[in-house]
T-cell receptor, first 114, second 117 residues
Framework: EAQVTQNPRYLITVTGKKLTVTCSQNMNHEYMSWYRQDPGLGLRQIYYSMNVEVTDKGDVPEGYKVSRKEKRNFPLILESPSPNQTSLYFC?????????????FGPGTRLTVT | AQSVAQPEDQVNVAEGNPLTVKCTYSVSGNPYLFWYVQYPNRGLQFLLKYITGDNLVKGSYGFEAEFNKSQTSFHLKKPSALVSDSALYFCAVRDRNYGGSQGNLIFGKGTKLSVKP
């Protein structure tokens, strides 16, 4: 089954404790992206990747890191989480970027930073 | 700069009635337009898209949307709403003339659709 998977689905952590949210897709997509969803703000892009070893900042990259060492994986790293990073996070992928292809979304990771 | 507006935070409809969820956009060139739906505790699912051609686009679950270039709108419609259509709906736009970061999808803030029996 074609899908985007994220782990963990739920995470409660404390300020400053490094964490990684994994994302993997099995569709051989070139483009992958991370979004955060906050009430009243919709989805905002954190980082995106147009292919292996090619990543770039989205609209709200502060406090986040990403890497794209393999085509299928695109982990999101929070080196020192803060309470304002409490949010619902989505990973997404599409065949290509800057084109007509729709994005496929993972199920989401709900992160709480205390 | 690209932007998307969904002017209604919530739309309430009785089951069996037609529904419309509004979306207007702003891009410097020609747009690709998308609608996504998010059911509770789930990720976003693709509903439909406008790329080119016929202004009326048909998608999943009986939804359709009409692209109106003069009004820069892409409203989502369904002739007869179901209780199971209750969800959060997102409109998104991409400027087809750009690649890289300017080719990324821009999402609206979402509209909550509530269909009552």
């Amino acid at each position: 089954e074609a899908q985007v998977t994220q782990n963990p689905r739920y995470l409660i952590t404390v300020t400053g404790k490094k964490l990684t949210v994994t994302c993997s897709q099995n569709m051989n997509h070139e483009y992958m992206s991370w979004y955060r969803q906050d009430p009243g703000l919709g989805l905002r892009q954190i980082y995106y990747s147009m292919n292996v070893e090619v990543t770039d900042k989205g609209d709200v990259p502060e406090g986040y890191k990403v890497s794209r060492k393999e085509k299928r994986n695109f982990p999101l790293i929070l080196e020192s989480p803060s309470p304002n990073q409490t949010s619902l996070y989505f990973c997404a992928s599409s065949f290509q970027t800057g084109a007509s292809y729709e994005q496929y979304f993972g199920p989401g990771t709900r992160l709480t930073v205390t | 700069a690209q932007s998307v507006a969904q002017p209604e935070d919530q739309v309430n409809v009785a089951e069996g009635n037609p529904l419309t969820v509004k979306c207007t956009y702003s891009v410097s060139g020609n747009p690709y337009l998308f609608w996504y739906v998010q059911y509770p505790n789930r990720g976003l699912q693709f509903l439909l898209k406008y790329i080119t051609g016929d202004n009326l686009v048909k998608g999943s679950y009986g939804f359709e949307a009409e692209f109106n270039k003069s009004q820069t709108s892409f409203h989502l419609k369904k002739p007869s709403a179901l209780v199971s259509d209750s969800a959060l709906y997102f409109c998104a736009v991409r400027d087809r003339n750009y690649g890289g970061s300017q080719g990324n999808l821009i999402f609206g803030k979402g509209t909550k659709l509530s269909v009552k029996p």
